[in-house]
């Protein structure tokens, strides 16, 4: 199930990098994961500052 980002995300742009597919873009006002893109490697999940990566 691909990941998704929540509305705690204050768009601090960390996870953007991690992301071995780029399914995250920035949002507005938040980022947003690609669900049509993620594979749900996790790699975004440990690098947010703010706990705002979930499994969706």
Do not use: W
């Amino acid at each position: 199930m691909p990941h998704k980002i929540t509305d705690k995300c204050t768009a601090c742009g960390t996870c953007l990098p991690e992301c071995p597919v780029e399914a995250i873009s920035e949002g507005d006002p938040i980022y947003k994961i690609n669900p049509d893109v993620c594979i749900d490697c996790g790699a975004c999940v440990p690098v947010c500052p703010s706990e705002a990566i979930v499994e969706g």
